[in-house]
């Protein structure tokens, strides 16, 4: 599969001219990121808030036949199960040969049954940055305990690229955490390539 950051915690995901875009943030609310205007056949996101459900930014086809199953798992925007920010979910797509994890606004801790569920992973999409999700070093508890193959941080502050939230951290605490990490100048990941680590870190494309 082919996969692209534009930003945020929003990615383009394709296979066999079938692509899906998940967590698109509506216009204007993400800091220092251009809109988000793209072509899809599926959008998916993890919640209701607005920096990650702006499906009218990406007009549909209509074409149907994914060549992926979409699997999701209930977890909480908080750490007091869902009362400061509500429910979020976990997008599991898998074509038999590559299975991709979009953790969405994670905020909690994952439970030993989810960790389980979550093994196995060729790409983890995880938030780092902290205040609305869990920070870098919860973020490199939960990969150290599930071991994907690669790994892509998201939802993080970038003050050199000038985008995100003022209020949350940049990457670094995670990447501190990681024994293997490439930082990439390009906006595209090949789930087939070996990146020679397994944290790579991508360049939002709408930045």
Not at 109 to 136: H, S, W
Request: net charge negative; aromatic share 6%; glycine share 10%.
């Amino acid at each position: 599969m082919k996969l692209t950051w534009l930003g945020h915690s929003c990615f383009k995901v394709e296979k066999d001219g079938f692509a899906v875009i998940l967590d698109p943030y509506r216009d204007g609310s993400v800091p220092g990121l251009k809109n988000v205007r793209e072509t899809a056949d599926m959008v998916i996101c993890s919640h209701e808030h607005g920096d990650h459900n702006g499906r009218e930014c990406v007009t549909i086809t209509g074409r149907t036949d994914a060549p992926f199953s979409v699997s999701q798992i209930r977890t909480f925007h908080d750490d007091t199960c869902g009362s400061q920010r509500g429910d979020s979910v976990i997008t599991i797509l898998d074509d038999g040969d590559v299975r991709i994890a979009h953790f969405g606004d994670l905020g909690c801790d994952l439970t030993g049954e989810q960790e389980e569920m979550l093994k196995n992973l060729d790409l983890a999409l995880i938030p780092v940055g902290g205040f609305y999700t869990i920070d870098g070093k919860k973020a490199g508890e939960i990969i150290k305990k599930i071991h994907p193959e690669k790994v892509v941080p998201m939802h993080y502050r970038d003050p050199g690229k000038g985008f995100g939230f003022a209020e949350i951290s940049t990457a670094d605490e995670f990447l501190q955490t990681m024994d293997s990490v490439v930082k990439t100048d390009t906006s595209e990941l090949d789930t087939e390539k070996d990146y020679g680590a397994q944290v790579i870190v991508l360049c939002p494309r709408n930045a």
